[in-house]
């Protein structure tokens, strides 16, 4: 449990807000990591009692079954034995015994929605719950009806025109200042699907197309009217009477929250090292993909482990800190890049290190809570990075150099064991070197004979001494990421120095 010291401390938008809900990890014990559990689910054991048999389950019947050794929670519908899955849960037993013998719906998706219980699960399916009538397909469930938003005042609308050779998908949206970054597009198997982010809320066109187009859709904003145009290219210049078939979501107005995560196939083009433990993962979208991830947001990385499908969120990077936009990499829209730290003993990294050029792997639609709007104004701004936690830096770091034209002063205090660790370590030197604006602190916590720079962890004179306004009354802000302990010490001694909640914002790692 990360110890924050208030409830008001960092601000409610922080990612850090989701995880003062209750939400830490537990240290599991010897031989109950996911390898573990993932061995154990293919062992051939019986972990639901039933060998084998899927029931109807009533709300009575589940409620019984609600002690650690023989333990049933039900999620959308479908109900599991969880009684085996106790011991691995990285969330800790008394966490999981919260939906014993209940609906563990709700719990579960305001913890962590991303997890894949379907396929980690699998194996512990007793059924269906007998009131909820969902079809149960191979242990997975089909398509839930999706909730409408009540309010439709803000409700967009979509339309469509054509010409010879193509097709123009147009959504009114009502709302100024859209962007590109908003509108996420995908094409796969004849399926066309646009999701608009509109603040909370998220607009979904879903249609299987009745006609073959090229695979390169053009996306066009006009910022001011609020109206978005899908460009599809015909493959045939045939007219065409419809779109297609709509299929279920389509045309919806949700809170984001609502919508199951999407997830779309991207090809390793190539992986480069970074220091001695991170790899510079590339992942090529697929064609016809609009993939905009807005600055300081993460994406969930979906791989089959052992036959498991296991997901993992990365926060994606640009190629380089570069702002000179001549070196913007023409890929940059057509890639996403990951930093990623490899744990030898990790459940998850070494799989994706194994990965070889050309192999595929899934990638979520982006989720996070930081808002270009925290940064507005902002005249002096702060990165504190442990780490990988230098990831959700780099997008933010190169957009206040870039476009914040009112900042005075960025300054990253980057914290590591030793030398080698740190990532990325020439780029930033150089960007200190070329932008004035921006300012670097090494602090190394396992230093070599050699290094004179600074030295130890953080604490709270450090913090007092490096972060200062510029001026007496500079609007600041200032951004944490790293482990656990670290963001949990920043966040304290940032308290005891007297920044604001709204001048502090955790990503969490
Ligand atoms: C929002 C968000 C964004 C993130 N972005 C990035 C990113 O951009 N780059 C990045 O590299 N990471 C990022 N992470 C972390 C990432 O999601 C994974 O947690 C990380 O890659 C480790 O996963 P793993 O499965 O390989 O290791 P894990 O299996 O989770 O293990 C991690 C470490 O803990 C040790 N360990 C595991 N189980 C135990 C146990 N029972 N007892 C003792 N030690 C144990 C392992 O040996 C290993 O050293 C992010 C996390 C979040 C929440
Ligand atoms: C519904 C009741 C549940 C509650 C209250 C709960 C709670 C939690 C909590 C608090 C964490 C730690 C989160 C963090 O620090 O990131 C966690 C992690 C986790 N839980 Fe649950 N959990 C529940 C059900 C389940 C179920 C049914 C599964 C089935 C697979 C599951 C799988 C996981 C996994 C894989 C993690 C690790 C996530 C990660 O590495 O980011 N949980 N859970």
Redesign the pocket.
Known sequence: MLNVPSTSFPAPSS?QRVATLGRSKV????G???MDWIRLTKSGKDLTGLRGRLIEVTEEELSRHNKKNDCWMCIRGLVYNVSQYMEYHPGGEKELMRAAGADGTELFDQTHRWVNYESMLKECLIGRMAVKPISISKGTLTQVKVPQATDTEFRPRYDWFQTDSAVTVVVYTKQENMGLDLVIVDYQENVLRGEVILGDFSYLLLIELNHEIQKKIDVCVSAKAGKIELVLQKRETKVWKTLGQYLEGHDSFIKSFQRGLFYRKCRLASKIAVNYN?RLFCFELPKGCNFPVPVGH?VYIKLPIAGVEVV??????SHSLMLDPKNKSICENQCIY?????????????Q?DQLSIGDYIAVSNPQ?NFKMSQIEKVEDIFFLAAG?GL??MVKLLRHVLSYHHSLRKAKLLFFNKTEDDILWRDQIVDLSLTNERFEIQFILSEPSAKWNGCKGRISLPFLSETITRSERESKVLICICGPNGFVDQGIRFLQDLGFSSEEVFV???
């Not at 993992?312 to 990077?317: I, Q, R």
């Open positions: 990612q240290p599991l014990k010897p109950r990591s996911l991170t993460h993992k969120p990365y926060t994606p990077v990951l930093m990623v730290k490899i744990y030898p003993e990790g459940s998850f990294s070494p994706l996070g990988t990831t959700p990503f969490k790692e």
